[in-house]
Each structure stands twice: as C-alpha cells, then as structure tokens.
C-alpha cells in the first residue's frame, strides 16, 4: 500500500515537473519583443496642411449634420404649428443641443478619446481592453504590452481606477455586456448609414415640388433612388478624391445657409434671437405637455451625424475636425436655424418644405442644386463610419471577413469596404422606396442616433475611470449632464417607435446577430485550440526528426495559438509520417491597437535546439492595419527570420529558447547540464517511459566531450549563423509551403438547440460566405496544403 502511494507520488510530482518545464517552454516573447521595440514619433503636421485637411473635412465629416436644417422642423412640426413662440422653443432646444452634444460633448471631450486619432465605438472598446483584460478572446500576452503603440499605464492599487478594472474582470458576464454594448452602438452607426442617404437625399429632391407642385411623388422617388445609386457608385474612387470632390460642395453649402440665415433673421423678425435664453424650453414643454415632449423627436434630427464625426475621427486629425465645426459648421448652422425660425414666425403655414420656402427667389434654383449635391455629400459621413467600423470589427474578430480596399497612399486609414458598400446601397434604396417620406425615415434616423449617443456616453465613463482617471467630481458632472440630454431624447423617440423607430432596431438586430454570432464562434474555435494544443514538450520528446521522414522545404504552420503546438500539426504527422525540413507556426494575431509598427511586427522564436529547424513565429496587427495587395508576406516573414539568426549569432550561439535559461531557473549555480556541446548544440532531453503523461520529460546530464576542445563563443556564432543561413535558404529554395487548418466547428450532440441553429447554421453560413484566410495573405493555390478537421464544441 505505502510502494503504491510512492508511486502515484512519483507519477504526480513527474506530471507536474513535465507541466512547469512546458510552461518554461512556452513563455511569452517579453525578450524578443523588447529586442524589436523601438521609439515611434508622431509626424508633426503644418498648420497650412492641418488647414487643408480642415477644409476637406467638410465634405467627408460633415455632410450629414449639415444638411439636417432641410428636414428638422418639418419633422418637429408634422402637424403644424399650434403658436408662433412654439418655433422659439424649438429654436432654443436646438441651439443648446447643438451647443451641448456636438460642441462640448463630441468635438472637445469625446474626440479626446480616440485611440491614437481612431475614432468610433471599437476604437474605445480596444483602448479599454489595454487597460484591464476584459477582452472576451484570451489571447493576452505579456510581450504585447512592449509594442510602442500599446500605451498601458499601471494602476495604483487603492486607486478608483484599480477598483473599477477589478469590478470589470471579476465576473465573465461583465466582459460579455459590455462587448453587447460595443455592438449595439455599433449596430446603430450602420443602420444611421443607411437611413442618413434616405432622408437626406429624398428632403432634397422634394424641393422641386415647390417650383412644380405637378411633378409626382413616384417621379420625386426615382430622381432620389437615381442619385442614391450615383453616390454609392463613387465610393470606390475612395475618400481622399471624393473628399476635394465634395468638400467645396460643402463648403459652400454652409456659405449658403449662414447667409439666408441672416437674411431671414433680417427681413421676417429679430425677436427670434431671445430663443438664447433657456426660459423659453421651459415654457415650450409647459405650454405643450406631450406634444412637446413627443416633438423632441423631431429636435433630435438636429445632431444627426455626430456620432459619424466621432467615428470618422482616423481619416483626418482631431485638430482639422475641430477647427472645421467651430469656425465653419457650428456658427452657420446655428445662423440657418435662426434664419428658418424667423421665417416660419411670421409664415407658420408653411413648415413643410420651410427651408425652400425662406430661400430668396433671385438664388432659387443655384441653392437647390447646390442643396442637392450637399444631400448627396452628407451620406458620405455616415458611409466612411461604417466602412471605419466594420474594419475594426474584422479585426477584433466581430465581423465575417470581408475584402477591405485601401484607397489612399497618402492617408492610410481611408478604405472602401465593396461588399458592404452594395449592402448599404441595396438597403437604403429599400428603406427609400418603402416609406416615401421623410417624417417616418426621420422618425428611424432618430432613434439610431440617441443610441449610438448612450453608448458612447456609457463607454467614455469607463476612460474616464480607467485612461484618463479624472477626478470623480468631472465624471459626475460629464455622466449627469450627458444623460440627462439623451436620455431625455431617447424618451421622446420611444414614442416613435411604431411610426418608423423600429426600422434602426430591424437593421441593428439583423447586423448584431452577425456579429454576436461570428464572434462567438472565433471564441469557440479558439477555445477548443486552446484546450486541444500539443504541449512542446511532446515535440520534444520525440527527438530533431520527430519521429517523422524530414523532407527538404519550409512548413508555415497557421494557427491562432500562440504557445504550444496546434492540433492541427499533431493531426497531419498522424496521418502523414513526413514533415518539411524547417517548421515555422505562424500566429496571426490582432492586437487592441491601431497598428503595429512594421518593425515589431514579427516575433520569432525557436524551439528545441537548433537541430530540430523548428521556430515559432507571432505575427501581429492592429485594428486599422491593412495587408495590401503588394505586400509579400513570405518573404517578410523570412526577412525577420534571417535577421532572427543575426541576433541570435551575436547571443554567443545561444538560442533564444528558454530551455538555455530553464537550468539557471531551477538551480542556484551553474550546472554542467546548462552548457552548451562541442557541436554549439543545447543538452538533450530523454523521456522516461515509465511516465504516463506525455507532457513529462526528464532532463538528464551531457556530459562535455573529454578530448575536443572548446571552440570560442565567436567562432561557434559565426559558424552557426553561416550554417543555419545557408540551410535556411536551402529549405527555401526547396519549396515553401502554407499548412492551414480548415476546420469545421459543430455543436455536440447534447448542445441545446439554440447552440445547434447559432454554430450549425448561422455560423456556418457566415464561415461560408466570407473570405478564406489564403486569400487575405495573398498566397497561391499552388502552396497550400488545407489540414481539415472538425471541431465539436
């Protein structure tokens, strides 16, 4: 009894010994990674450049919230005007929200925010992942934290923001709502992508009835589907021409409406300029009761494609958005609203159609053209933030593949998603044709944007807490005084639910479920990678030729993982008793940063000692990062490994593995066992047979030779840089090939049902439908080798 206790004794602590030298084994790349970190600087900009930039943020940033004067008071007032000092409460309610929202809110606080100048609710979503692990994929490593762009400050224990990092990663459930959050915002800016086109265009065109009243609403309909498809047709040129395209387009359009603004203000009643003063929103609520609540709605158009401007932040600086809205959009829109309240003052029968109707007849029709042309520049906004958004949600593992264009030398963050480009288009003709008017659309526009705006609300209160760590006292006046105004609005379009506020929530739902979806999936797939890895310790064990017929080429093995071995790899050698004569596992990894500076972007390492030709190479991106066309992978990948030999020769012939550094680790002196063979070679490992688990290895003694004498440092690393160059370059002129895993995820066979319809059906179909990772590298047919698979989770 007491030998057999002995030996289970024996056999634990050998299963443990083999467990903690695999993690030894597998410790993050914290060396390499600091071997590769450089300083990055920020490129100045000149002020005659930012003031370009400024300029051609008008047509791209701005469009949306400057068009918004065609359609707000209309939809404010769809059954008139009860009393003349209405409008003033309604002008009031305008200008301080334009005041409050856009102004303070988004254009000197939010866009503060932005993760390294990307804006958008992912941007938020991955500077809070940097700084606490709420991140749902757990693929963190310690390495990623020595990136230049990573930006990760540590917490002081007592602090508020150590107490609200602990509070967030102490329950799972709180990671995942606040993941559903990111989406739902996100959701919402998709949908406002298409419904902004739709009212914005259709307000347009509807002023041609006031100089023909004959022309039919079918006949209005199809010139506004017609200019639809002409502005989603010129997205492929991308951002940076249609940008000098519309933006003198916008430019003047503002021009426009700040002077009939005055003009109004000039010819029909000053008085208006009283709605300065908050008594009147208190006497419009007073006076009105619901229908002045329910009226909000309409006010509520009046910021609509703020939240784009947010999002739209990494196509241009925050200090161009900045100047442009403050010394061009906010003065002019507020001089048109004015403009529009004095009109209506004295002709309150003539809210439908207002702002044509204020327009002096002299520069009629020069402003409805230049009026439509803006309709059509304002979807641009809305348009760049969806493509901005479905690039992040790709790379944050969000959203199916899709091929993302760079359209843009110049300014790298500027892309054409082409896929999502005709979904909108094929979306937002339908929204157009279905409804018909502006006053449902506008109802739907409304809703989409107060969500976006809580969200966004939501998630600044979390960086306020854990990136800027700001007094609480400012995140109390910040979080009060933001949801008192959305929260109020988001009441008021409630009510609108069932007269068009429930076509954002279709779309929004449609789009989340895709995301909730795939990204459960990846999860999944990476969990069950993560579960089923092959410990190094097993490779190990089976010797420089793993048991296998080592035949000449290169092997890049893909898989997510990056320690240990991939399943795949231990499912091919199975079935196929040959391997290439070099080994590389390649990890493609996202990171929550905007980017990746090229120079740290690859991390290799090798395993074993230097006759095993195994290495494990991490590849890492940014959210915004782009792999082009151009770009040669492979032999990026080897440029870093010949470099990764150069370092590692001027290491004294040592390589970078930890199995060289396990002994110091283990014991207090040096030991005979850490030193390197007369072949420059690291000391063997032998397994004992006797041990169950395959993950338990036993290091046993090299002795050194007795009678060869020990070459120097110098002469081993000169001669094993030349030697391992030379045969790296063999193997590669030998053959390269990609080994990817094409696996098929399934739900068992006890899942519920629910879990069987997600992974079976719309997992799949989503797995089908986007684009293969071969394709996204850009590598040939002709050198790839699929290992397929099937994953039960």
């Known amino acids: ?63 949306d ?47 503060r925010a932005t993760d390294n100048g990307q804006g958008g609710t992912f941007a938020l979503y991955s500077l809070l992942c940097r700084h606490a692990k709420i991140k749902i994929i757990p693929n963190y490593d310690q390495s990623d934290e020595k990136l230049t762009t990573y930006n990760y400050r540590s917490y002081h224990e007592k602090s508020l923001a150590a107490k609200t990092k602990r509070w967030l990663e102490k329950y799972a ?29 259709l307000s347009a065109v509807d002023g041609i009835n006031i100089t023909h009243p004959k022309l039919s609403k079918d006949m209005v309909l199809m010139i506004a589907v017609a200019l639809i498809i002409i502005l989603f047709s010129m997205q492929h040129y991308g951002t940076d021409k249609v940008g000098w395209l519309f933006s003198p387009i916008v430019f003047v359009w503002f021009l426009l409406i700040g002077g009939i603004g005055i003009y109004n203000i000039c010819k029909y009643e000053t008085s208006v300029l009283k709605a300065f003063s908050p008594v009147y929103i208190y006497r419009y609520f007073k006076r009105g009761g619901k229908d002045s609540w329910t009226s909000l709605g309409g006010v509520m158009l009046s910021l609509t494609g703020t939240e784009a401007l ?57 402003v409805y053209v230049v009026a439509t042309l803006a309709a059509i520049v304002a979807s641009q906004a809305t348009i760049c933030a969806t493509f901005s958004l479905i690039k992040q949600a790709v790379a944050l593992g969000c959203f199916p593949r899709v091929k993302v264009i760079h359209t843009s030398k110049k300014y790298p963050n500027q892309i054409y998603i082409p896929d999502i480009n005709w979904i909108l288009m094929i979306l937002c003709i339908t929204v157009t044709t279905a409804f018909k008017s502006q006053y449902q659309i506008g109802n739907a526009s409304g809703a989409a944007v107060v969500i976006v705006m809580l969200v966004t609300t939501f998630l600044m209160i979390l960086i306020m807490l854990l990136v800027w760590r700001s007094h609480w006292m400012l995140i109390l ?24 506020g429930w076509v954002p929530l279709v779309i929004a739902t449609v789009f989340f479920i895709i995301m909730y979806v795939w990204h459960y999936g990846t999860v999944k797939h990476y969990e069950f990678e993560m579960h089923n890895k092959v410990p190094l310790a097993w490779i190990l064990r089976l010797g420089p030729s793993l048991g ?160 060869n004498t020990i070459m120097s440092s110098s002469q081993a690393s000169k001669h ?71 994953y039960y989770v």
């Open 310 to 366: 947010f999002a739209d932040l990494s196509l241009f600086p925050v200090p161009a958005i900045q100047i442009a809205f403050t010394v061009v959009v906010f003065p002019c829109l507020l001089l048109a609203y004015v403009g529009q309240a004095a009109y209506l003052v004295q002709n309150s029968d003539q809210v439908v159609g207002v702002f044509y109707h204020s327009i002096p007849d002299s520069i009629y029709f020069p």
């Open 477 to 500: 006046i910040f979080t009060v005084l933001s949801l008192v105004v959305e929260l109020t609005y988001f009441s008021a379009v409630i009510l609108k639910v069932n007269q068009g």
């Open 173 to 201: 459930y709180r990671k995942t709502a606040l993941l559903v959050l990111v989406l739902v915002g996100s959701c919402m800016v998709i949908g406002d992508g298409i419904l902004t086109p739709a009212i914005s265009v």
């Open 548 to 707: 296998l017929v080592r035949v000449p080429g290169v092997g890049l093995v893909y898989s997510e993982l990056a320690s240990g071995v991939p399943n795949i790899f231990s499912h091919l050698i199975t079935n196929v008793p040959a391997i290439h004569s070099v080994v590389i596992f390649v990890c493609v990894k996202y990171l929550p940063v905007y980017t990746v500076p090229e120079g740290e972007r690859f991390l290799i390492k090798r395993i074993g000692t230097m006759d095993f030709h195994m290495f494990r190479c991490v590849v890492r991106y940014g959210y915004s990062d782009l792999r082009k066309k151009d770009d040669d992978f492979e032999n990026k990948l080897f440029d870093s490994l010949f470099m990764f030999f150069r370092l590692e020769s001027l290491m004294d012939g040592f390589s970078d593995s930890d199995e060289h550094s396990l002994c110091d680790q283990e014991t207090e002196g040096p030991r005979d066992d850490c030193l390197l063979n007369g072949n420059g070679n690291a000391p063997e490992f032998n397994v004992n047979s006797n041990v169950s688990s395959g993950d338990s290895i036993v290091l046993v003694d090299s002795p050194l030779p007795k009678n």
């Open 65 to 111: 919230l400057g068009t918004s004067p065609l359609y707000v008071y209309y939809n404010t007032f769809p059954r008139g005007i009860a009393e003349p000092e209405d409008v003033i409460g309604v002008l009031s309610l305008i200008i301080y929200s334009l005041t409050l929202v856009p102004l303070i809110k988004y254009v000197f606080i939010v866009s």
């Open 720 to 790: 094993s840089e030349v030697d391992g160059l030379e045969f790296m370059k063999r193997c590669r002129d030998a053959g390269v090939v990609h080994l990817m895993g094409n696996t098929i995820l399934k739900a068992k066979s006890d899942s519920r049902f629910y879990k069987k319809i997600t992974i079976d059906y719309v997992y799949a179909f989503l797995r089908k439908i986007c684009r293969e990772k071969n394709v996204i590298f850009h590598i040939p047919y002709e050198s790839l080798l699929n290992v397929g698979q099937v």
């Open 1 to 63: 009894m007491a030998s057999r206790m002995g030996t289970d004794e024996e056999m634990g602590q050998n299963k443990s010994n083999g467990w903690m030298l695999d993690q030894k084994l597998d410790q993050p790349m914290d060396e390499e990674a600091m071997k590769l970190k450089n300083m990055s600087t920020e490129k100045e900009i000149s002020t005659i450049l930012l003031l370009q930039l400024a300029f051609q943020s008008l047509g791209v940033v701005y469009g």
